[in-house]
């Protein structure tokens, strides 16, 4: 098919029967969807579809999207059939993608995605991530990451991150934490001898959660 686009309205013609220029795009103000035509075949293809006719996502004039798909899959092999769930990127979310989750990159959520989880970047949450699980940055919880854990940054917790624990990585080497309930960061400045001035230390509450500094 030529690369020329020509975007039309068709109002004269049957919808079923208008044979556009060859890349035309066109609206069928009958079934009010957007087609394309290849020249040759009579009323088009829709165009939200792979090229075939039939089956698109939801009508023009459908704002709400009522008719849409539940799921949003873009790539090649992309989605592994999750109810409302995104895959976005070259096999991302490919195979048992769970219920609500989130692949976007590369790879990202490929194999395995427990339901509600989060895999953004390239290789993030490729292989078994847990659920309710999320990982963002390149090969970020990239393999067997537990439920509920977070990892954010280059090569964060790439291989068997613990359930429940966080890490957080601004640094060029790997960094993991396969252990539940922890907190792993890097980098963090060293300093030697007596606490620089205008810095405080740093106390733990581990019902709340909360950081606090104190002297």
Same mark, same amino acid.
């Given at each position: 098919?030529?690369?020329?686009?020509?975007?039309?309205?068709?109002?004269?013609?049957?919808?079923?029967?208008?044979?556009?220029?060859?890349?035309?795009?066109?609206?069928?103000?009958?079934?009010?969807?957007?087609?394309?035509?290849?020249?040759?075949?009579?009323?088009?293809?829709?165009?939200?579809?792979?090229?075939?006719?039939?089956?698109?996502?939801?009508?023009?004039?459908?704002?709400?999207?009522?008719?849409?798909?539940?799921?949003?899959?873009?790539?090649?092999?992309?989605?592994?059939?999750?109810?409302?769930?995104?895959? &976005? /990127?070259?096999?991302?979310?490919? =195979? *048992? +993608? $769970?219920? !609500?989750?989130? %692949?976007? @990159?590369?790879?990202? #959520?490929?194999?395995?995605?427990?339901?509600?989880?989060?895999? &953004? /970047?390239?290789?993030?949450?490729? =292989? *078994? +991530? $847990?659920? !309710?699980?999320? %990982?963002? @940055?390149?090969?970020? #919880?990239?393999?067997?990451?537990?439920?509920?854990?977070?990892? &954010? /940054?280059?090569?964060?917790?790439?291989?068997? +991150?613990?359930?429940?624990?966080?890490?957080?990585?601004?640094?060029?080497?790997?960094?993991?934490?396969?252990?539940?309930?922890?907190?792993?960061?890097?980098?963090?400045?060293?300093?030697?001898?007596?606490?620089?001035?205008?810095?405080?230390?740093?106390?733990?509450?581990?019902?709340?959660?909360?950081?606090?500094?104190?002297?």
């Amino acid at each position: 098919m030529a690369t020329r686009q020509i975007i039309s309205k068709n109002i004269n013609v049957a919808s079923d029967a208008y044979i556009g220029r060859d890349g035309e795009i066109w609206v069928d103000t009958v079934t009010n969807t957007l087609k394309v035509s290849d020249g040759a075949t009579p009323g088009g293809a829709i165009l939200t579809t792979d090229g075939t006719s039939g089956g698109a996502w939801a009508d023009i004039t459908n704002i709400s999207n009522a008719n849409g798909p539940t799921s949003v899959v873009i790539g090649q092999n992309a989605g592994g059939a999750g109810t409302n769930a995104v895959a &976005i /990127g070259v096999t991302a979310g490919e =195979t *048992t +993608q $769970g219920n !609500s989750g989130v %692949a976007i @990159g590369d790879q990202a #959520g490929r194999t395995t995605q427990s339901q509600h989880g989060i895999a &953004i /970047g390239a290789l993030a949450g490729k =292989t *078994t +991530q $847990g659920e !309710s699980s999320v %990982a963002i @940055g390149k090969q970020a #919880g990239k393999v067997n990451q537990g439920n509920e854990a977070v990892a &954010i /940054g280059n090569l964060a917790g790439v291989n068997n +991150q613990a359930a429940n624990s966080i890490v957080i990585n601004a640094g060029p080497a790997d960094l993991e934490n396969i252990v539940e309930d922890t907190f792993v960061v890097k980098p963090v400045r060293a300093v030697a001898g007596a606490l620089p001035t205008g810095f405080k230390q740093v106390a733990y509450n581990p019902t709340t959660g909360e950081f606090i500094s104190y002297g």
